[in-house]
C-alpha cells in the first residue's frame, strides 16, 4: 500500500525553479515497475568501469521485507512527472537502532537501511541531472519519523563510499569510522544535537 | 489507527520503566514499542535457524542469546 503524506518543493535544475512531487509512505507496483523500467536501464548503461554502487540493490526485495514486518520498517518515496526520483528504507526498531553517539550511547535512532535517488538525478552518471534535492527530502523525511518516534531526530546509517561526503559535510553527520563488522562501510550519525541544527538550517 | 492498553506490572517492573524513559528520554508508550520491534527482531532470527549472540567489550566473551 502506497499512500501520499505531503507534497514537497523539488529544484528542477532545468528550469532553475522549484516543482511541486509527492511524498510517498508505503510502495505499489506502480512504483515498483517505475524503478525497473526507468532506472534499471540506465544503471545498466553506466560505464562498467564505473558502476552505480546502489545499481544491485534490490527494492522489490526490500519492498516484501517492508510489507512483511510492519512494525520495523517503512518505505518512503518521493515521485514526479510520474516516475520515482527517489526510494528509502528505514528500520524503526531493533539491533541497528540503538545510537553509538558519545551525545546520548545507546540511545534509540531510526536507521536509513537503504535511501536511493534516481540516476537521472546524480551528477556522476549524467552531466545535466534533472532535480536537486531528493536524497535531503529524503532524509529529512526520516528525521520527522525520527521525531515522530521520540528519537529527537537522531539517524543512523552505514553509507555507501560515494555518499559519504554527501552524509558527512552536506548532512554534518558524525562519521563514526568504518565499522568491520558491517561490509567496512563507514558508520555515520546525526545526533540530537545535529539534527536540531540540521532542522534549523532547513531551507 | 492507534489503539489502546492497560498494561498491569509489578513495582519492580514499573521502576525499570520509568527509570529507563528517563534513561532514554521516551514516554511509557515508545518504550514499550521499542521493546516489541526488538523482541520480534530477535525472535524473528531465532526462528530462521540464525544464532544471536552478545560480544563483551574486549571481545573476550560470546554468549548466544537465548529467547524464551
Not at chain 1, 21 to 42: C, H, K, M, V, Y
Not at chain 1, 140 to 169: C, K, W
Amino acid at each position: 500500500m502506497k499512500q501520499i503524506i505531503a507534497t514537497v518543493p523539488l529544484f528542477d535544475l532545468g528550469r532553475g525553479a522549484f516543482c511541486d512531487a509527492s511524498l510517498f509512505q508505503g510502495i505499489d507496483l506502480d512504483t515498483l515497475r517505475s524503478i525497473e523500467a526507468d532506472w534499471t536501464p540506465i544503471f545498466d548503461a553506466a560505464a562498467p568501469e564505473n558502476p552505480p554502487e546502489d545499481a544491485h540493490w534490490e527494492w522489490a526485495a526490500k519492498a516484501l521485507q517492508a510489507l512483511q514486518n510492519p512494525l520495523s520498517y517503512e518505505l518512503f518515496g518521493i515521485e514526479a512527472d510520474a516516475r520515482t526520483q527517489g526510494m528509502m528504507l528505514v528500520v524503526k526498531g531493533g539491533p541497528k537502532c540503538f545510537s553509538r553517539h558519545p551525545e546520548h550511547p545507546r540511545a534509540p535512532l531510526i536507521y536509513v537501511d537503504f535511501l536511493a535517488t534516481a540516476p537521472w538525478n546524480r551528477p556522476g552518471l549524467t552531466a545535466t541531472p534533472t532535480y536537486k534535492g531528493v536524497g535531503r527530502l529524503l532524509f529529512m523525511t526520516a528525521v520527522s519519523l525520527s521525531i515522530e518516534e521520540e528519537f529527537a531526530g537522531r539517524i543512523g546509517l552505514h553509507s555507501l563510499p560515494g555518499a559519504e561526503a554527501f552524509y558527512r559535510n552536506r548532512l554534518n553527520m558524525t562519521d563514526m569510522g568504518k565499522d568491520d563488522a558491517y561490509q567496512n562501510l563507514r558508520y555515520f550519525e546525526l545526533s540530537t544535537t545535529q539534527a536540531r541544527q540540521l532542522i534549523a538550517a532547513r531551507p | 489507527m492507534k489503539r489502546t492498553m492497560t498494561l498491569n506490572l509489578t513495582e519492580t517492573e514499573m521502576t525499570v520503566l520509568e527509570r529507563m524513559c528517563e534513561e532514554k528520554g521516551l514516554s511509557k508508550t515508545a518504550l514499550v514499542r521499542q521493546a516489541l520491534r526488538l523482541y520480534k527482531s530477535v525472535d524473528e532470527r531465532l526462528a530462521r535457524g540464525e544464532k544471536v549472540f552478545v560480544e563483551s567489550a574486549d571481545k573476550a566473551e560470546k554468549t548466544e542469546l537465548m529467547v524464551l
